[in-house]
């Protein structure tokens, strides 16, 4: 087949799975072409197999917001002729789902049709979509689409209760790739971050609020009270620079790291002996998951679609959003056991190994052959 791929090209975990969904497709013999205003940062090599496509804005002084959607309807018109694409698998409702369907519609004008599938991931539905001002525009690009997943049942579900949704929609998890977290390298270079006795806690997300970095840190501050340990945080957001104030305030500064975005999260991970997840809300829990497949136990809290990935007291232990206390309890509970947090290490993996990309990219794959046989049926 010949996929168009429209996602975010960043760091965010939807960016990060359309991506290594593409990469995944290619190897499997598929033609992915990704279609965005920039390559997606985990996009180091095109191939034969993996093309991309610049979407661009002209700026006219006539608006005043340039018109994004405009555009990439425009360039997803051009692709699918240019290159006869068979299928558009688009990443989140709006505005890709939005611009994907004027496309398809443009095309029928001229007896050409693409089969729209949607994927949901989280932020469309909870917080941008369930605004006034974009619920009628989500509801539409859902139920106009030909396929829609979603990323757990948590999402599938908030989306049911949060629109007029009459469209099916199939659970297909977010995955990652094994073999990309069994580290190859010998040395992960451990004694860069903190000495022998000290354990280390690692954090990556976007920094957003929603991420409750405060949680974050005042966790960790109770753990360093007790144990000797370091706080890894990974990511750029605008919770970043209050979070940097936080520590100085409570002292900690000189035990906390800030990385900013990084391509080495399988190395940071490999020296990870616990991860931190406190989200208000999380549709799924990429981070967490990373974390587990580099055999890191998570402390979580257990909103939205975490406990589909965290199991308590196996991979990690989940609390109520906003309850410190008791992540910090967990933690110290696993930190202070070398056995304890051994097997909690082993379970992570195993708990991963659930959600490997081997096991998940059938799935998409038997979505886009229905939809095809179904689109040419309705011809």
Do not use: W
Not at 104 to 123: A, D, N, S, W
Not at 128 to 152: C, E, L, M, R
């Amino acid at each position: 087949m010949k996929i168009g791929i429209v996602c975010y090209p960043t760091f965010g975990g939807s960016g990060v799975v359309a991506t290594e969904l593409g990469l995944e497709l290619s190897k499997r013999g598929h033609e992915i072409h990704f279609i965005t205003y920039n390559q997606p940062v985990r996009l180091e090599l095109l191939s034969n197999n993996v093309h991309y496509h610049e979407v661009t804005v002209p700026e006219y002084p006539l608006f005043h917001y340039q018109p994004y959607e405009l555009a990439l309807s425009s360039k997803l018109v051009d692709m699918v002729k240019l290159h006869s694409i068979d299928i558009l698998h688009v990443h989140y409702a709006i505005p890709h789902a939005y611009a994907a369907y004027m496309a398809q519609k443009m095309l029928r004008e001229e007896e050409i049709y693409v089969p729209i599938v949607t994927t949901l991931h989280g932020t469309d539905i909870t917080l941008v979509g369930s605004h006034p001002f974009y619920k009628p525009a989500v509801t539409f690009s859902i139920n106009k689409s030909d396929a829609v997943t979603a990323v757990s049942k948590s999402l599938k579900e908030d989306t049911l209760r949060l629109f007029n949704i009459k469209n099916t929609i199939n659970v297909v998890t977010n995955f990652i790739d094994l073999k990309k977290f069994t580290h190859s390298f010998t040395d992960c270079q451990r004694d860069m971050m903190a000495t022998e006795d000290e354990k280390i806690v690692t954090h990556i997300s976007n920094f957003r609020s929603v991420k409750r970095i405060p949680d974050v840190i005042e966790t960790f501050y109770r753990i360093q009270k007790e144990i000797p340990a370091k706080l890894m945080m990974v990511g750029e957001g605008p919770e970043k620079k209050p979070a940097e104030q936080l520590c100085k305030k409570l002292g900690i500064s000189d035990k906390v790291v800030f990385f900013g975005n990084s391509n080495e999260i399988d190395r940071i991970l490999c020296f990870s002996d616990l991860f931190l997840l406190p989200s208000e809300t999380e549709s799924f829990g990429l981070s967490a998951l990373e974390a587990m497949a580099s055999g890191v136990p998570v402390i979580s809290s257990n909103t939205g679609g975490i406990p589909e990935v965290n199991t308590q007291g196996y991979s990690g232990y989940l609390s109520a959003v906003g309850d410190v206390d008791e992540m910090s309890e967990n933690a110290l509970k696993i930190l202070k056991d070398e056995t304890l947090l051994n097997t909690f290490k082993n379970n992570a993996k195993v708990q991963a190994s659930k959600f490997d990309i081997h096991q998940i990219v059938p799935q998409y794959e038997a979505i886009y052959e229905k939809t095809l046989e179904k689109c040419l049926a309705s011809k």
